[in-house]
T-cell receptor, first 117, second 111 residues
Framework: GAVVSQHPSWVICKSGTSVKIECRSL??????MFWYRQFPKQSLMLMAT?????????EQGVEKDKFLINHASLTLSTLTVTSAHPEDSSFYIC?????????????FGPGTRLLVL | LAKTTQPISMDSYEGQEVNITCSHN???????ITWYQQFPSQGPRFIIQ???TKVTNEVASLFIPADRKSSTLSLPRVSLSDTAVYYC????????????FGGGTRLMVKP
């Protein structure tokens, strides 16, 4: 099946610093990637939709200046959490649309655990 | 986007068949039904996808009635390692269409 990777898998940073998370589709080209956030014991919440070569579309309530998304190629999207604060601590998951033997669907990365001290 | 409703949690025992039903009354004509499995601190893993009738793969079966307003994920002979949260999602496969997650079903498999 389609493989999506994320880097880093976990990161600890001080409040006020910026953190970049990479999402790569390893064996397919993804014109669209998605970023989700998940708090403990909760479901995934969509943050933004990222299209290659264009600006990301953010969900209501998600600050675009705080969560910078870049989708520079068909296999790479990055999420930068700027001036991170403890409340940004969460599990960030990306996904990409692809095909693996059937209709196109979304495949998810392993997630990145962010802890802001 | 069609909203889904699933049981919050289910318990089962090793070796049993588990059926998780999802309601999606407002499913659109071009929507597919996709199920994901998620373990703690991992990204969701694709299990199965279908449009109508029955779909089967090496890990599960998906039953979809003619009106497509619900679907049932069937896991044969579960093991302890099947303890996870299972999400049912509906959405079209048009490029750019994202999947919106509901609450999911927390399955606990006991020895």
């Amino acid at each position: 099946g389609a493989v999506v990777s994320q880097h880093p898998s976990w990161v600890i940073c001080k409040s006020g610093t910026s953190v970049k998370i990479e999402c790569r589709s390893l064996d397919f080209q993804a014109t669209t990637m998605f970023w989700y956030r998940q708090f403990p014991k909760q479901s995934l919440m969509l943050m933004a939709t990222s299209n290659e070569g264009s600006k990301a579309t953010y969900e209501q309530g998600v600050e675009k200046d705080k969560f910078l998304i870049n989708h520079a190629s068909l296999t790479l999207s990055t999420l930068t959490v700027t001036s991170a604060h403890p409340e940004d601590s969460s599990f960030y998951i990306c996904s990409a649309r692809g095909v693996a033997g059937g209709p196109e669907t979304q495949y998810f990365g392993p997630g990145t655990r962010l802890l802001v001290l | 986007l069609a909203k889904t409703t699933q049981p919050i949690s289910m318990d089962s025992y090793e070796g049993q068949e588990v059926n998780i039903t999802c309601s999606h009354n407002n499913i659109a004509t071009n929507d597919y039904i996709t199920w994901y499995q998620q373990f703690p601190s991992q990204g969701p893993r694709f299990i199965i996808q279908g449009y109508k009738t029955k779909v089967t793969n090496e890990v599960a079966s998906l039953f979809i009635p003619a009106d497509r307003k619900s679907s049932t994920l069937s896991l044969p002979r579960v093991s302890l390692s099947d303890t996870a949260v299972y999400y049912c999602l509906v959405g079209s496969n048009n490029a750019g269409n994202m999947l919106t997650f509901g609450g999911g079903t927390r399955l606990m498999v006991k020895p």
